[in-house]
């Protein structure tokens, strides 16, 4: 077959397509948001009934596909790694029922946070819930891994977890397809009781799951994609994980000199280690995130062989690995011809023009700075976030999806006044709701704006969850009716805006006020899609 | 027969629909290719990069190491310079030469001109302008790329082809006037050879 050119999400997305998928479960976030938005426009998914509609979170995604996987089909749930942490209950939890029809769960890791609040590695949550991961290196690995997978997984019984890196996810290159197979059909687990977790059953698929670490490390060592090409050079050997061993075949375009070990598959395989380490002088390790193999090789006392990577400095600590930077691990350094030109500004992203949220934060700050100076506003992760820069320095905090309205809480429940929250529809729905049952629990006096866009913007533009119905859901959660305020954020209303934030503000109770006007970036695609 | 290619502008400038047509060449011509974009929260108005690699052989990295690059295509001028260090010594520099102000401290036209002044292999012309003697602004991407045809080692009637197939299902018009402009970039950079 001919190669296709795809993005590493799109990669993964046609390869869950072949391998017969029945459903994928998500959350949009970068870099991950592209493997379902490949699903929901491939002509197959209509035509064959594949599942592929937004979940509201990660946890919720995580569970469905769980729920998929116990009727024996095939699911696939994906995240960017923050959203790990949201679905890990589930996550870790499904590794101790185990797996009936196949399940892979990608996490789209972001090393040099280009659009993220930390540089977490996945391949720790893949270690924790002791299950095989794969780490693909390009495009055609991370299709290969996806459409074998499926397979692999419902063999060993296990979910399995695919760790991308935004470089890989948002990079494209050619793919070869493989043959198109059919779903499964609904079957059960023979065990009636698998996936029921009592503690007496619990214990039992633990020892169990223990039991098939021995045959996981068998089958990294017999994988396709970890790979030990010799070299002549044994003063050192390198271990080179994912799409770090791209980097470091940049500088050896006619081979390398020293013994590599190619790593996609984990947990990492004993027989080619050990092979690398009897015969090298030391070990150096490359790895995309966190230094995830490199402390394992090392140890914590660093008694053995000496391993160089990133937790000596042969690598930088933090940040994503380049060619330069695996250049200069190896003894090499990439000359500038030209340097960089000192007049040459920072041009950060900012709201766009006309943009809803920009008339939300322009009263905001007006009546906050000028009525009340000793404020505070708890916001959260959207586009709304860029409230924090210029023109506006509106906002004191963004932690993690939900945290605004929680966070208000808590520095109300302290005896702060006046204590505010900012947050966006979608994350509303994903993770504000539980916490704003909280405030009205504790009759605790916050102001919460839901600046509601009725889209999934920042990501760019899914559906949002909550669309049309969080009136319904703040009164049904118990906020009072006559304190949930809808506004429409244009200029002409400021006003109006200025005297419904300063009511609410002097409420001594929960209110939430909604300025609600659509993305422009939807409603001009809409626009553009209705003309054509 | 190897090609780095660095493709920059600001967020909601499209420098995406310039590496559509350069990778859909390249494929054409059976060559190896691997392009990192940028997505996600820069796209908002932010410096926005794209790393664009062809080859006849096996490419390793989709990053392009400092100093290797051998063309850089802008569609906006200082974005041009933010990857001056990526450039090699013989590489060039492709650019549109009308500023996108939305930063306060955007650099004054001299300084821009004095900067540009350093780089020995250029071509700055104005796209927009072009664009609309052609027939619409919307073509602003087309004569850059046009203009890039001397540098990118890959022939023009492939490249009008591309063109043709990505515009095709737009109607005849509008293929028409996406050729035109490629050839009124490529006009603008061939004159500057001589």
């Given at each position: ?32 948001t ?32 769980l ?21 890990a209950?589930?996550?870790i ?18 090393p ?17 819930a002791?299950i095989?991961f ?54 059960f ?15 039992q ?51 390398c ?21 009897k ?13 995830f ?26 940040g ?15 000359k500038?011809?030209f ?13 766009c ?32 976030t ?12 963004c ?13 109300a ?17 994903h ?12 009759e ?57 934030l300063?009511?609410?503000i ?27 | ?10 967020g ?31 796209q ?9 690699r ?5 490419i ?55 900067a ?45 082809q ?27 950079a ?5």
């Amino acid at each position: 077959m001919s190669k296709i050119l795809f993005l590493g999400d799109e990669a993964i997305a046609q390869a869950a397509l072949d391998a017969g998928l029945s459903g994928v479960y998500a959350y949009p976030g970068t870099p991950s948001t592209e493997i379902t938005e490949f699903i929901q426009g491939a002509p197959i998914t209509a035509e064959k009934k594949i599942h592929s509609r937004w979940c509201t979170n990660e946890k919720t995604a995580m569970e469905a596909a769980l729920g998929m996987s116990f009727v024996g089909k095939r699911a696939l749930v994906c995240m960017k790694h923050v959203g790990m942490n949201v679905a890990a209950d589930c996550f870790i939890n499904s590794a101790i029922t185990g797996a009936n029809g196949g399940i892979i769960v990608v996490a789209a890791d972001d090393p040099s946070m280009h659009s993220s609040q930390n540089e977490q590695d996945s391949r720790f949550y893949g270690d924790f819930a002791m299950i095989p991961f794969f780490e693909p290196s390009n495009q055609q690995e991370a299709y290969d891994m996806v459409y074998n997978g499926f397979e692999f997984s419902e063999k060993i019984g296990e979910p399995i977890l695919l760790r991308m890196v935004t470089r890989l996810a948002h990079s494209r290159s050619g793919v070869e397809r493989k043959e198109q197979k059919p779903q499964n059909e609904i079957s059960f687990s023979m065990d009636p009781r698998q996936f029921v977790l009592l503690p007496a059953i619990a214990r039992q698929h633990n020892k169990e799951l223990i039991l098939k670490m021995d045959d996981f490390v068998k089958a990294s060592e017999e994988s396709p994609f970890n790979k030990y090409i010799d070299g002549p050079n044994k003063k050192m050997g390198i271990v080179a994980c994912g799409i770090g061993y791209n980097y470091l075949m940049e500088n050896y375009p006619e081979g390398c000199e020293y013994p590599v070990l190619k790593i996609g598959q984990y947990p990492l395989p004993k027989k080619q280690l050990m092979k690398l380490v009897k015969e090298c002088d030391s070990i150096l390790v490359i790895e995309d995130g966190q230094p995830f193999v490199e402390k394992q090789l090392n140890g914590y006392l660093s008694l053995g062989i000496k391993v160089k990577g990133r937790m000596d400095g042969t690598l930088p600590r933090d940040g994503e690995l380049n060619p330069d930077s695996v250049a200069r691990a190896v003894g090499r350094e990439n000359k500038q011809d030209f340097p960089a030109s000192p007049i040459v500004e920072v041009r950060p992203p900012a709201l766009c023009q006309g943009c809803g949220h920009r008339d939300m934060y322009t009263v905001l700050t007006e009546v906050l700075n000028n009525e009340y100076p000793t404020h505070k506003v708890f916001s959260d992760i959207g586009c709304y976030t860029l409230g924090a820069g210029a023109p506006f320095y509106a906002i004191n905090s963004c932690v993690d999806m939900g945290a605004s309205i929680t966070m208000a809480k808590g520095a109300a429940d302290g005896g702060f006044f006046p204590s505010v929250a900012v947050i966006g529809d979608s994350t509303f729905t994903h993770s504000g709701m539980t916490g704003l049952l909280d405030c009205v629990n504790s009759e605790v006096n916050v102001t919460i704006i839901i600046s509601d866009n009725e889209t999934t913007a920042m990501t760019g533009g899914q559906d949002s969850a909550g669309t049309g119905k969080l009136e319904a859901i703040c009164s049904g959660i118990g906020v009072d009716p006559k304190h949930i305020r809808v506004v429409v954020p244009l200029k002409k209303n400021y006003e109006e805006m200025k005297q419904i934030l300063r009511d609410e503000i002097n409420y001594n109770g929960v209110s939430v006020i909604i300025p609600r006007r659509e993305c422009i970036q939807t409603l001009a695609r809409k626009k553009k899609q209705a003309k054509s | 027969m190897k090609k780095d290619i660095i493709l920059a502008g600001v967020g909601g400038q499209g420098i995406l629909s310039i590496a559509t047509v350069i990778g859909k060449t390249a494929l054409k011509k059976g060559l190896y290719m691997k392009q990192a974009e940028v997505h996600g929260m820069s796209q908002r108005g932010g410096d926005v990069q794209s790393n664009l690699r062809i080859s006849d052989s096996p490419i390793a990295s989709d990053l392009i190491p400092t100093g290797k690059c051998d063309l850089i295509i802008s569609l906006e001028p200082m974005e041009s310079l933010r990857y001056l260090p990526f450039l090699n010594k013989e590489g060039w520099l492709v650019t549109n030469e009308t500023p996108l102000i939305n930063i306060p401290k955007y650099p004054s036209e001299e300084d821009l001109k004095k900067a540009m002044e350093k780089v020995p292999h250029k071509v700055i012309l104005d796209v927009d302008n072009i664009a609309k003697e052609v027939g619409s602004a919307r073509v602003a991407n087309i004569v850059l790329l046009g203009a890039t045809i001397p540098f990118l080692g890959i022939d023009y009637d492939t490249m009008k082809q591309s063109v043709r197939e990505i515009f095709e299902r737009k109607g005849e018009t509008i293929v028409e006037m996406n050729l035109k402009a490629l050839a009124a970039g490529k006009e603008i950079a061939d004159k500057h050879l001589q």
